[in-house]
């Protein structure tokens, strides 16, 4: 019988290219969304949709049953977004948190999978930040996520298996296109206006492709328990400043006609994280590079994949929200 898995945010950008790939391994999918970007899910025999907010344990309680596996990717995306609205951020990736761990493993889920961030670390010296740093959150919203790991390590149990993973940004193609993240918005600058403009560039942002972070989510789903139980793994690939991801972007663009122009910037957030447990004790090493990043893009933009690109709220998580007015 194959096991069912709820993945809450499963209609975001993560989640738009995890779904498909879970159905494909032959997983049956519960996907809990509010589909603010729109119906970016395939129908599928196996999957089941359901628009909601993760806010409502109601609604959760009516779920849950029947679920194996939660992959809790579901939250208010990044510093700006948080930002602009604190007391949303903090209802929906801290206060609905707890909840949703204990109404979980209440209804005897097995594994819960959290997405916390490689932001929790804040500014490092060190040339490879492993996951016995403390953490160092400089922002709400990676304080709320380090907060969340904390919680999720007290409902660890033999059997209710918890794990974190700390992604780097991810980067790359997805049907819920974001393109407010760092390789995506310099590409996308670079495509549809010849300019890139790097703030600061000195600063070190970790990043990983698409694929790798999806094949990140199975490996952890697939696992055996004692060898996640409790843990946490930084899944990244690439350590790069942002300016030679800019050169990068504009060599695969075309460099001739793109000019780069470099800014000041008061995000002087960098650091370098390794992750070398995760390819010791799991075997997971990133195969796919930046640049197949910027390429798969660029192929969209060709395509015509995205609509008004520079100014769709579609793609950008701060002008959306914004747009409907979230609370």
């Known amino acids: 019988m194959s096991s069912t898995v709820l993945v809450t945010g499963g209609a975001g950008y993560v989640g738009s290219v995890l779904v498909p790939a879970l ?3 032959g997983y049956t999918v519960k996907v809990l969304d509010l589909f603010i970007y729109g119906e970016t899910l395939e129908e599928h025999p196996h999957l089941e949709c359901v628009r909601g907010d993760i806010r409502d344990q109601e609604l959760l309680q009516k779920i849950m049953p029947g679920c194996d596996e939660v992959i809790h990717l579901a939250c208010i995306s ?3 977004s948080f930002e602009m609205n ?3 951020g903090k209802s929906i990736n801290f206060d609905a948190f707890e909840p949703l761990v204990r109404i979980a493993k209440d209804n005897r889920v097995k594994r819960f999978i959290y997405a916390s961030s490689s932001s929790v670390y804040g500014i490092k010296d060190a040339e490879n930040v492993t996951e016995d740093m403390p953490l160092e959150p400089l922002t709400d919203y990676s304080k709320f ?3 969340c790991e ?3 390590q007290k409902y660890q149990s033999d059997d209710f298996t918890t794990v974190t993973i700390r992604p780097a940004t991810v980067c790359g193609y997805s049907p819920r296109q974001r393109l407010d993240v760092i390789v995506n918005i310099l590409t996308n600058h670079a495509v549809n206006t010849k300019k890139i403009k790097v703030f600061g560039g000195a600063q070190k ?3 990983i492709h698409m694929q790798d972070m999806v094949d990140a989510y199975v490996l952890l789903l697939e696992a055996p328990k004692e060898k996640v139980a409790g843990k946490r793994f930084n899944a990244g690939y690439e350590n790069h400043r942002v300016s030679r991801i800019a050169e990068t972007v504009r060599n695969i663009v075309g460099p001739d006609g793109i000019s780069v122009e470099v800014v000041p910037t008061d995000d002087n957030r960098s650091y370098h994280i390794s992750s070398q447990k995760f390819a010791d004790e799991l075997g997971f090493t990133a195969k796919h590079t930046i640049e197949e990043a910027v390429r798969d893009l660029v192929r969209a933009f060709a395509e015509d994949r995205f609509e008004d690109p520079m100014n769709n709220p579609r793609y950008f ?3 959306r929200m914004r747009e409907i007015d979230m609370h």
């Open 317 to 319: 998580n701060i002008k």
């Open 86 to 88: 604190p007391e949303l």
């Open 23 to 25: 159905l494909a391994r």
């Open 78 to 80: 990044n510093d700006p």
């Open 150 to 152: 904390e919680i999720l």
């Open 205 to 207: 942002r970790p990043n």
């Open 145 to 147: 996520k380090a907060m």
